[in-house]
């Protein structure tokens, strides 16, 4: 995986838990997201984050969803909030 596209999933990841209205705690995790992605592009020397930034807002919400559970699954966060958006997925995957 390219660095453009590690990025991508950061923003997925990110868009993906902000439909994440149920969790009380969304904002915190959007806040760790979101330094993740300030570090990412500031490390990486990115400068067309805000091309890869759009791509990712206008993914599909199933792919924005299996995004953050990759990316929580690799900063540890919360387990309640990871099985919530599984439980979204399969809820969006018997709607199809």
Known sequence: MDKADELKML???YYGVSEMDSYKTKEFVL???NNHINEFIKVNHIDNYEE???M???QDLITKLYD???ILKN???SMELIL???ERVS?????K
């Open 91 to 95: 809820q969006l995957k018997h709607k």
């Open 11 to 13: 923003y997925g990841a």
């Open 68 to 70: 953050s559970l990759y």
């Open 52 to 54: 890869i930034r759009l």
């Open 84 to 86: 919530m958006i599984k």
């Open 31 to 33: 806040s760790k997201i």
């Open 56 to 58: 990712a807002y206008n």
């Open 75 to 77: 900063i540890n966060e």
